[in-house]
């Protein structure tokens, strides 16, 4: 599986940005996508995952201000970020858990996204 992320840029504080996420390969196996972000001299943060059916989970950061959603047929996942924050501002990097065994998954990630939410 390989995935590539595309959005990201420059956007106000309390505007809207959505991220992408494509996945290609063996894109049968996966059973669920995410996001993890990372901001300059923190540790990355998981942000939201999905699963193949749909329950989604989300950092209490972003709680009520962040969807995550995933198209199957294409393959893609998405963030719809609203209410954009400084504190937003990292990399972002989709990540996809795949294989046989969901029980032990391989996990490939995107190459990251930045955008920065100005005040």
């Known amino acids: 599986v390989q995935l590539q992320a595309f959005g990201g840029g420059l956007v106000q504080a309390g505007g809207s940005l959505r991220l992408s996420c494509a996945a290609s390969g063996s894109t049968f196996s996966i059973n669920a996508f995410g996001w993890y972000r990372q901001a300059p001299g923190k540790q990355r943060e998981l942000v939201a995952t999905i699963s193949y059916s749909g329950s989604t989970n989300y950092a209490d950061s972003v709680k009520g201000r962040f969807t995550i959603s995933r198209d199957n047929a294409k393959n893609t996942v998405y963030l719809q970020m609203n209410s954009l924050k400084p504190e937003d501002t990292a990399v972002y990097y989709c990540?996809?858990?795949?294989?046989?065994?969901?029980?032990?998954?391989?996990?490939?990630w995107g190459q990251g996204t930045q955008f920065t939410v100005s005040s």
């Open positions: 990540f996809a858990e795949w294989g046989p065994d969901s029980d032990y998954p391989y996990a490939t």
